[in-house]
Nanobody, 118 residues
């Protein structure tokens, strides 16, 4: 089994920054694609950022230039999401996923709340 634990969410004012962390553990035997998704109330879960095993990165258009996904240099099972210039519309529960890009399949964390006040 694989477990993912997110941390780093919280309440921040618009224009502020947060850094999310996701640590995966369990039966993981290689470098896996991982990503961050978010779900706001009443909306579908959407991709925020994804990094492949070869470190190719994809961002949602809404976060390009503001968010940065990265993988820990020493622990390939840990990924981060640096979020700068946060906007109220970034408010959502942020989920970490281990697996291919897309909102289904793979392994998911429990989510961490990010709230951006105006």
């Amino acid at each position: 089994q694989v477990q993912l634990v997110e941390s780093g969410g919280g309440l921040v004012q618009a224009g502020g920054s947060l850094r999310l962390s996701c640590a995966a553990s369990g039966s993981i035997f290689s470098v896996n694609p991982m990503g961050w998704y978010r779900q706001a109330p009443g909306k579908q879960r959407e991709l925020v950022a994804h990094i492949t095993s070869a470190s190719l990165i994809t961002y949602a258009d809404s976060v390009k230039g503001r968010f940065t996904i990265s993988r820990d240099n020493k622990k390939s099972t840990t990924v981060y999401l640096q979020m700068n210039s946060l906007k109220p519309e970034d408010t959502a529960v942020y989920y970490c996923k281990l697996g291919s890009i897309g909102p289904i399949g793979g392994y998911w964390g429990q989510g961490t709340q990010v709230t951006v006040s105006s």
